[in-house]
């Protein structure tokens, strides 16, 4: 059987293009798999409530970011369920202040319409940062007013309805991955000293805080 020439060339460059096709997807997928964000959870052992943990690549600067960090007044702009922050002591440009935190309730779910709606949560935290090797790290923890000595002698502001959070650990990551470009890695365990049913409510806020602010941090930068 006789096969032309052009016939042959067609099925010579289809197959090339096929091979250099299959090459050439594992990149691109890997490229569009690091602007998404992956959320995943940590169980925290003898707590109802767990850790939540969201990365995603951004195009910006070590710069911008640290400016970011450094700008207390803009955080309810991109930390999300976030109303009100106020430095009570320290200079975030030292790497330490401990800030006050005011946080929006989280919404009720349809099937939990008839419960009053659970108030807004307020905390102190201490927030420390560091810049070591490429990486931006910032930690926030909360803190006792009445026990820390930095806070003593310092009215701590708030409304005596609103329900204080009892235990709070965030963590930002901000690691240089090349030119402009840098991995996000934000981690976030509340407790928010409710003690009646929960049904999963909290945690699904706190995974909400998480991946929008995430989602905040990428429009931000990547715009």
């Known amino acids: 059987m006789v096969i032309h020439i052009n016939t042959l060339l067609y099925r010579v460059l289809k197959l090339v293009l096929i091979i250099s096709a299959c090459l050439l997807t594992p990149s691109l997928s890997s490229a569009q798999n690091a602007e998404k964000i992956v959320i995943s959870r940590t169980n925290i052992e003898a707590s109802r409530f767990g850790q939540f ?3 995603v690549q951004i195009q910006t600067r070590m710069e911008d970011v640290k400016a970011l960090i450094l700008e207390s007044e803009s955080y309810p702009e991109w930390l999300h369920g976030c109303k009100k922050t106020q430095i009570l002591v320290g200079d975030l440009s030292t790497g330490k202040a401990y800030i006050y935190f005011l946080y929006d309730a989280p919404k009720l779910p349809w099937y939990l319409r008839f419960v009053p709606r659970p108030k807004d949560r307020d905390m102190v935290l201490r927030l420390l940062w560091e810049i070591t090797d490429g990486k931006l790290m910032v930690n926030l923890s909360d803190v006792n007013p009445q026990q820390e000595p930095d806070l003593e002698g310092i009215t701590i502001p708030g409304d005596s309805s609103l329900t ?14 090349g ?4 991995d996000v890695i934000h981690e976030m365990y ?5 003690n009646g049913i ?3 409510v909290m945690n699904k806020y706190v995974k909400d805080m998480v ?11 990547n715009n």
């Open 53 to 55: 943990r969201g990365t």
């Open 190 to 194: 509340i407790d928010p000293n409710h």
């Open 164 to 177: 204080t959070v009892k235990q709070a650990t965030v963590s930002w990551a901000f690691v240089a991955v």
């Open 198 to 200: 929960d049904m999963g």
């Open 211 to 221: 991946r929008k602010s995430l989602e905040n941090i990428k429009t931000r930068f």
């Open 179 to 182: 030119q402009d470009r840098i």
